[in-house]
């Protein structure tokens, strides 16, 4: 079975674009576009890997991923930040303190993402969750 990718950005047309990447490479992708939403379909929908914005209104992804991390039925669901936060720090932030499985800054390139997509869920069928 195809392994399921939530797509989280404010941003419907990057939202379309990563969706078409990801669906050309086999996978069935679901898509929301707040923090609020992206809660929602996490715990509905259980998927595999969420790629989230961080920047987005109300709930940001910053927000988003602490809440998936202090919940026992979805804490171990890998999170990577698709952003456009370049600095080291924001990085640094995500992956070390928040513990996100990646960090891809935009723009990126298809083969960017898939090769990111692949790795982390490779690390997930291995059993570190990327984490």
Avoid: C, H
Avoid at 57 to 84: M, Y
């Amino acid at each position: 079975m195809a392994e399921k990718i939530l797509v989280v950005d404010d941003d419907r047309e990057m939202v379309e674009l990563i969706q078409l990447f990801l669906s050309n490479a086999g996978f069935v992708t679901i898509s929301a576009f707040s923090g609020e939403e992206a809660l929602e379909k996490t715990f509905k929908e259980k998927p595999d890997l969420i790629l989230l914005d961080i920047m987005m209104p109300k709930i940001d992804g910053w927000e988003v991923l602490r809440r998936i991390k202090n919940d026992p039925e979805v804490q171990n669901t890998p999170v990577a930040f698709i952003t456009a936060r370049t600095q080291n720090i924001d990085k640094m932030i995500g992956l070390s303190v928040m513990k996100a499985a990646g960090y891809i800054t935009k723009p990126f390139s298809k083969q960017e993402l898939l090769t990111e997509v692949r790795r982390i869920l490779d690390e997930r069928r291995r059993g570190s969750g990327g984490q």
